[in-house]
């Protein structure tokens, strides 16, 4: 492991489910839930939640680039989320929800523009993505109520699961 630590913001619906999973892959160091993409400095759950903000309920992770990639983080990303529902994933509906992939830079970018056509074209997803791809504005970290819910209650809501057969390679996820 190294000293270096790189950032990833996601959106794919309810974050508790999000951060739940994908803070269990090899090589995340730290992640934590807020909102990202809005129009309001400093949003609440309760103005997020109206989907009237424009952010998306996010998780920010942090990771060793040693140990796992981001096209790797990426990868778990399109296998625990519905990459082809627009503002929804479950039972949660709304812009609030959407699939987004916030890049930090030119290299993010690239990577996530390969990692969608490679779902696409794999034919193994239900549909086209509709995963935004955008230039990440700031992350604004939700409320200490929301940070590690589903590690507080582990019979709490989410939407998220993996799916052993959203897979761009052999090794599945698990």
């Known amino acids: 492991m190294t000293d270096t ?10 974050f508790w489910g999000m951060q739940d999973l994908l803070r269990k892959v090899p090589g995340v160091r730290d992640t934590r839930v807020g ?17 009237r903000t424009g952010h998306a309920e996010s998780i920010e992770i942090a990771y060793d680039p040693s140990v796992v990639s ?24 709304g812009s ?13 970018k690239k990577i996530a ?3 969608i056509d490679a779902v696409e074209s794999s034919g193994k997803w239900p549909g086209p993505v509709v995963t935004e791809l955008v230039p990440a504005p ?3 970290q939700a409320e200490d109520f929301h ?3 589903l590690e507080r209650y582990p019979n709490g809501y989410t939407c998220h699961y993996v799916r052993p057969d959203w897979t ?6 698990s």
Not at 5 to 14: P, Q, Y
Not at 45 to 51: C, N, P, R
Request: net charge negative; aromatic share 16%.
């Open 96 to 108: 609030q929800y959407r699939s987004a992939i916030f890049y930090t830079d030119e290299a993010q």
């Open 168 to 173: 761009l390679d052999s090794a599945k996820a």
């Open 5 to 14: 630590t790189e950032k990833a913001i996601l959106a794919g619906g309810c």
């Open 113 to 115: 523009e390969d990692v």
């Open 147 to 149: 940070q590690d819910y």
């Open 138 to 140: 700031m992350f604004w």
């Open 35 to 51: 909102y990202t993409g809005g129009t309001v400095d400093n949003p609440t759950y309760d103005q997020v939640k109206t989907g």
């Open 70 to 93: 981001y096209e790797k983080i990426l990868e778990w990303f399109f296998q625990i989320h519905d990459p082809t529902t627009k503002d929804r994933q479950g039972n949660d509906r």
